[in-house]
């Protein structure tokens, strides 16, 4: 698919949050069409980047409301128009900046679903037998619930990156900024049966396509590396062995290891560190999760908690 085509300014602007800012791939396609939308409404009203005023994004934001748009899609457009408009105003391009003043999109909280402990036992003990293909899926989702790490963060890893003998592997999250995690002894194992012969060196070409999938912990069965839309697939598709009828993703399982490590007593910085969360206000969604099911636990199974008096 072709990209959109942008005014040069936008151009800059994008190149710029790759170089600068370091942004991922998807977050960049993202801001290009959410870019690429906003200076299609600006031609169509024979304006454009460096002469639109504050007036014209007020009615852009209401024409977005009325045409019936998502709110968290019409905010996260905002953000972008506005870094956008940050910038032209910062390298000068513009003696002035129409959004400073844009007010915001409110988007309604939404408070992640985790799977229970016993739901997540049952998602890893469908992945049943020892071919390369079962040894690969129980390693993956072992890493991804010991983790809580995003889905294109695992696929993303190289062999050098996992440390089978302390347990640890080195994640590059958003803005490519790296951590370090640890994992236990279940995701341990499964790895560890993954590179064995009977696994992972069975999923070996005769020649890798690429330096980078001959250093991918995940293989597809052509010896490629696993992509991410593949590795969603293997989760929904254990998911729906283990009988798990809500809607399952990789980041359910990233939403779950975190409130579980949290119902457990976990530190909230320690959680923030180990997701890789910029701010902490971020990984406190989960804490509402925990308290939510503190509160169910403690009606259904305290004594007195539904006497009537």
Request: some cysteine.
């Amino acid at each position: 698919m072709a990209r959109p085509e942008l005014p040069l300014e936008a151009e800059e602007f994008l190149m710029w949050m790759a170089t600068e800012k370091g942004r991922s791939t998807n977050t960049l396609a993202a801001y290009r069409r959410d870019l690429a939308g906003y200076c299609t409404w600006l031609e169509a009203r024979n304006a454009t980047v460096l002469d639109v005023d504050h007036p014209a994004l007020v009615a852009f934001v209401g024409e977005r409301r009325a045409g019936g748009s998502a709110t968290s899609s019409i905010a996260r457009q905002l953000a972008a128009i506005r870094m956008f408009h940050r910038h032209l105003a910062v390298e000068g391009h513009r003696s002035d900046d129409p959004a400073a003043d844009l007010e915001g999109v409110r988007v309604p909280s939404g408070i992640p679903k985790p799977l229970t402990e016993t739901q997540v036992v049952s998602l890893l003990d469908a992945v049943v037998g020892n071919e390369p293909v079962h040894r690969r899926d129980r390693a993956l989702l072992e890493l991804l619930y010991a983790t809580g790490a995003r889905i294109s963060e695992v696929v993303g890893l190289s062999v050098g990156e996992i440390d089978l003998d302390d347990r640890l592997v080195r994640l590059y999250g958003k803005g490519a900024k790296e951590r370090i995690v640890p994992f236990g002894t279940s995701a341990g194992t499964a790895l560890e049966e993954w590179f064995s012969p009977s696994g992972r060196a069975r999923m070996v070409p005769d020649r890798f396509r690429s330096r980078d999938d001959a250093e991918a912990v995940f293989l597809n069965r052509r010896g490629n590396r696993l992509t991410r839309q593949a590795a969603w697939l293997v989760v929904k598709n254990y998911g729906r062995r283990a009988g798990i009828t809500d809607a399952l993703s990789p980041h359910v399982l990233r939403h779950s290891c975190a409130t579980h490590l949290l119902d457990h007593g976990a530190d909230l910085r320690v959680v923030q560190e180990m997701l890789g969360h910029a701010s902490v206000s971020t990984t406190q969604i989960y804490t509402k999760v925990s308290q939510d099911r503190l509160f169910d636990v403690y009606r259904s199974a305290h004594p007195r908690a539904t006497l009537e008096r």
